[in-house]
T-cell receptor, first 111, second 115 residues
């Protein structure tokens, strides 16, 4: 069965710090990988996705993620966070007709 | 603007009552989904529908029912059989049931409280 594991439930950073959120998935076949973000009071929206090609994908607002097939990982990174990046981040995988989400990571960025 | 509309935003019900959550999309998407979001558990799939008049159970379908009579609409009924119905419910859609790389588009959610 598909599953997604996010390593950190809560992360607190100061502005300008670097961010890396871990995500590992369990699935035997070809997968499509996503990161979604939920800003306070807003709906979930797509941050970036990977389905083929270059394993380093870039998303909105300076975020990027690297797909490492051998490690079943799809970690999210940002070199320098801003206060406005405070949100909840969800890693997700789709290997067929349904998308499975991780438990989410709440990021709080101190100004 | 196209999007997904969930109503109402907040819903309160007494235990033992069925309640139906509305989800409407004008994106012309084939597939629609219902997720439940609980703190620390992420989003868990309740039901999904890839095409009109067809739907499948997700991972936590017990105590829920859905219908897909129109492409635009995918209402979710939380029945009295659902043991822990208080939660935040999210409806989503994707453009094409056959494209697993299609991202999901989400509504703003309905927060259901059952007392």
């Amino acid at each position: 069965a598909q599953s997604v594991s996010q390593h950190n439930h809560h992360v607190i950073l100061s502005e300008a710090a670097s961010l890396e959120l871990g995500c590992n998935y369990s699935y035997g076949g070809t997968v499509n990988l996503f990161w979604y973000v939920q800003y306070p009071g807003q709906h979930l929206q797509l941050l970036l996705k990977y389905f083929s090609g270059d394993p380093l994908v870039k998303g909105i607002k300076g975020f990027e993620a690297e797909f490492i097939k051998s490690k079943f990982s799809f970690n999210l990174r940002k070199p320098s966070v801003q206060w406005s990046d405070t949100a909840e981040y969800f890693c997700a995988v789709n290997g067929g007709f349904k998308t499975i989400f991780g438990a989410g990571t709440r990021l709080f960025v101190k100004a | 603007d196209g999007g997904i509309t969930q109503s109402p935003k907040y819903l309160f019900r007494k235990e033992g009552q069925n309640v139906t959550l509305s989800c409407e999309q004008n994106l012309n998407h084939d597939a629609m989904y219902w997720y439940r979001q609980d703190p620390g558990q992420g989003l868990r799939l309740i039901y999904y529908s890839q095409i009109v008049n067809d739907f499948q159970k997700g991972d936590i379908a017990e105590g829920y029912s859905v219908s897909r009579e129109k492409k635009e609409s995918f209402p979710l009924t939380v029945t009295s059989a659902q043991k822990n119905p208080t939660a935040f419910y999210l409806c989503a859609s994707s453009i094409n049931r056959d494209r697993a790389n299609s991202p999901l588009h989400f509504g703003n959610g309905t927060r259901l409280t059952v007392t």
